[in-house]
Each structure stands twice: as structure tokens, then as C-alpha cells.
């Protein structure tokens, strides 16, 4: 993760430690959020921001929908 990680498992976070985090360009986040896929944020006066856990959550739910050594 990346470094002054967030002390809360609430904490929000922005796009630019979001896309550090799970290791995807800031671009991938924004057209993911225009396609209405990728983890759940929402805007705090204009700037982007998600909450961690619901990072976790879809982390978790990419885990589960993947296909690992071929097999489902």
C-alpha cells in the first residue's frame, strides 16, 4: 500500500493514493468511474474520493471473480 496509509478502515482516500494503491494510472480510474465500473467514489466539493473499505470490498470482489490458473 502506499506510504501514510489511512489510520481508519472508513478513512477516505483520494484518486491519486487509490491509483497507487492498486497499482492502475489515474486515467484507468477516471474512465472506470465514466463507465460506471471500478470501486465506488464520490466528490467532496469538486475532488474525487473513495472510501477505503469500499476499495477493500471491490478488491475483494475482482479476487473472487477471477479466473485462477484457467479454472473458475
Given amino acids: ?14 484518486s491519486a493514493y487509490v491509483s497507487e494503491w492498486i497499482k492502475v494510472p489515474p486515467g484507468t480510474l477516471r474512465n472506470w468511474r465514466s463507465r460506471g465500473i471500478g470501486p ?12 477505503r473499505r469500499a476499495v ?9 471473480s ?3 490458473g484457467g479454472v473458475e
Fill in 40 to 51: 465506488a467514489s464520490f466528490r467532496i466539493g469538486g475532488r474525487v474520493v473513495y472510501r
Fill in 1 to 14: 500500500m502506499p506510504s501514510q496509509a489511512p489510520s481508519t478502515h472508513d478513512d477516505i482516500v483520494d
Fill in 56 to 64: 477493500e470490498a471491490w478488491l475483494a470482489t475482482q479476487e473472487l
Fill in 66 to 68: 477471477t479466473k485462477r
